[in-house]
């Protein structure tokens, strides 16, 4: 069984001090693991679909709990462009959740996925246009240090790497629902950050 290799997050040891570095990272993992599913067929496309829906759940959820709040506050014009950025996610989260319920072998599928895939990019370029740039500029060392560290406390919930046989797909049914695993990042974010859920 041969996997495409797709980049761990984590596997470039980035400094963990620098959130839109790490944001930016998530982003390029999430389209690797695009193509990997649009890529592969049978339990290899289950499988990385599995790590996609994972990875962008803890990664909306950070954006969400880190990104989003901050840039509120950060420049003029933000509300609104958080909204935007809001809208976008629920969008997205709905068409995930859409697209789970299907089989990956549905003749529906790869055109639903494809669908998302431009969705999420297209929200993804805004994020880091319209949000990043202003966060590297707005935000002290200290704030940066403390936003990455809630988003290596969401990163830590969905390992983007597969896992050798069936053991890990039982292990990621054991998981559970994408929106408990929402819940579980969003505590784990808090946590890191030092605020109590």
């Avoid at 596997?11 to 999430?30: E, F, K, P, S, Y």
């Avoid at 299907?102 to 969705?119: H, I, K, Q, V, Y």
Wanted: net charge negative.
């Amino acid at each position: 069984m041969s996997h495409t290799h797709t980049p761990h997050a984590g596997d470039d040891n980035a400094a963990d001090t620098d959130v839109v570095t790490l944001l930016m990272r998530q982003h390029g993992d999430i389209r690797n693991l695009f193509d990997e599913v649009e890529a592969s067929t049978g339990e290899d496309r289950k499988d990385a679909f599995r790590r996609l829906v994972r990875l962008l759940a803890v990664h909306e959820t950070a954006e969400e709990e880190v990104v989003h709040p901050f840039a509120r506050r950060a420049f003029p014009g933000a509300e609104e462009v958080v909204d935007e950025r809001l809208a976008e996610e629920h969008k997205a989260k709905e068409s995930l959740a859409a697209l789970e319920d299907l089989d990956t072998e549905d003749p529906g599928f790869l055109p639903r996925l494809r669908a998302l895939r431009e969705s999420v990019q297209t929200h993804a370029r805004a994020e880091e246009r319209y949000e990043f740039t202003h966060i590297r500029r707005s935000a002290d060392t200290a704030r940066l240090a403390s936003m990455a560290k809630g988003v290596k406390a969401a990163e830590a919930m969905a390992p983007t790497r597969p896992h050798p046989g069936v053991e890990s797909r039982a292990a990621n049914m054991a998981l559970g629902p994408v929106a408990a695993l929402m819940d579980r990042t969003k505590d784990a974010v808090r946590k890191a950050m030092g605020k109590d859920g």
